[in-house]
Each structure stands twice: as structure tokens, then as C-alpha cells.
């Protein structure tokens, strides 16, 4: 069966910090996707980023970066400069014939 | 571009009615995917449609069906409506296995 593990249910970092989300994820394929979505209180999925798993380079979008180890199955999510607008839900989540199998999410709050 | 689109995004239902929901995925997306969203289960995928056919289907009950349409809108039925069918129900739109997957803003469904 495909999993994906969130292991911090919440975290915390102040403002213009650094944090690192954790994931990890469990699949027999040698080709597939991994995304982290963002969820505020709106309830709207909002996409961060997306990394292909045949490319050994880590994606990178602006603040949000990601640090993909296919060998070890892990898939984090670095934030840096942290800002008030990215506390949310943080769902990662791994997909296979349109179907995403998301983690159980980890909230972030971020102190001023 | 306009993004997906869900109608109606409030709507309360009494145990044992049946109810509709809507959704319309970007232009030029034909795959279009449903996901419920509980305090409880977390996010857990329904069905995803392609080019009008069913291709995937998620671990839910008959009570719950969908279909697509010619123009890639697609619809969600649940019949027989019970308490913990309450929920957000999210749809998502791609244009194909392996690329980004976008979200509607998610219709809420109250049963009482």
C-alpha cells in the first residue's frame, strides 16, 4: 500500500526563520510525483511545490525549497524567511493515476 | 485562466436526502478528481474521471457516484445522506498523470 507520513503534527517558527516539514513517503513505482499543498483557515488547496521523482534536483520555488531523497523515501519541505502568510495546514502528498495520497498534514504557526 | 470551479460551496442536508455537487476543472483539463475532507479521516480520495470514464475509485461506499461530462465538468452524487458524510468535499483538475493537480475552493456539506 502507498503511504505518506507526516511525523509533526505542528510546528512553530518565528517570523524571516527557517523550518523544515518532514515527510516521507512508502511506493514500490520508480516513477512518480510529490507535491506539498498548503491549506489556510480559507480551506483552499493551494500548490507549493512539485517535485518529479526521475529528477535528482531538489525543486525550488522562491522561499520554499525541498530536500528529495528517493533512496531514504524522504520528501521535506524547507521554508525560509518565514512570513505571517505561511501559517497553515502543510499537506504532502504523493500521486500515481491522478490519485493523491495526501499525509495527515503538519499545522505550522508562525510567531511575529 | 479561470481555476476550478465548485458549486455550491454551502449547503446543509437533511439524513437520508441525496445531494449534488459540481464541479468545473480548468480549460483544457479532462482529468477531474474528488476528495473528502474530515476532521477524523483527513483527505481521502473519492474517484477521478478522465475523458468521461472512471478510472480510479477510492475505499467509499456505493451511496457515493460521480460522472463527467463531455465538456469535463463533473458531478458528485451522494444518496442516502448520513451525519458522517459531513464534510468538505474537495475537487481537483490536471491535464493528464503526472502533472500539477489544482483545487476548487471545496464544497461544504453539512447533514443533520
Known amino acids: 500500500a502507498q503511504t505518506v507520513t507526516q511525523s509533526q503534527p505542528e510546528m512553530s517558527v518565528q517570523e524571516a526563520e527557517t523550518v523544515t516539514l518532514s515527510c516521507t513517503y512508502d511506493?514500490?513505482?520508480?516513477?512518480?510525483?510529490l507535491f506539498w499543498y498548503k491549506q489556510p483557515p480559507s480551506r483552499q488547496m493551494i500548490l507549493v511545490i512539485r517535485?518529479?521523482?526521475?529528477?535528482?534536483q531538489n525543486a525550488t520555488e522562491n522561499r520554499f525549497s525541498v530536500n528529495f531523497q528517493k533512496a531514504a523515501k524522504s520528501f521535506s519541505l524547507k521554508i525560509s524567511d518565514s512570513q505571517l502568510g505561511d501559517a497553515a495546514m502543510y499537506f504532502c502528498?504523493?500521486?500515481?493515476?491522478?490519485?493523491?495520497?495526501f499525509g495527515k498534514g503538519t499545522k505550522l504557526s508562525v510567531k511575529p | 485562466k479561470a481555476g476550478v470551479t465548485q458549486t455550491p460551496r454551502y449547503l446543509i442536508k437533511t439524513r437520508g436526502q441525496q445531494v449534488t455537487l459540481s464541479c468545473s476543472p480548468i480549460?483544457?483539463?479532462?482529468?477531474v478528481s474528488w476528495y473528502q475532507q474530515t476532521p477524523g479521516q483527513g483527505l481521502q480520495f473519492l474517484f477521478e474521471?478522465?475523458?468521461?470514464?472512471?478510472?480510479n475509485k477510492g475505499n467509499f461506499p456505493g451511496r457515493f457516484s460521480g460522472r463527467q461530462f463531455s465538456n469535463s465538468r463533473s458531478e458528485m452524487n451522494v444518496s442516502t445522506l448520513e451525519l458522517g458524510d459531513s464534510a468538505l468535499y474537495l475537487c481537483?483538475?490536471?491535464?493528464?498523470?503526472?502533472?500539477?493537480?489544482?483545487f476548487g475552493e471545496g464544497s461544504w456539506l453539512t447533514v443533520v
Open positions: 480549460s483544457g483539463h479532462r482529468s
Open positions: 517535485q518529479e521523482a526521475y529528477k535528482q
Open positions: 502528498a504523493y500521486v500515481k493515476q491522478g490519485n493523491l495520497i
Open positions: 481537483a483538475s490536471s491535464s493528464g498523470a503526472g502533472n500539477t493537480i489544482y
Open positions: 474521471y478522465f475523458s468521461e470514464t472512471q478510472r
Open positions: 511506493t514500490s513505482e520508480s516513477d512518480y510525483y
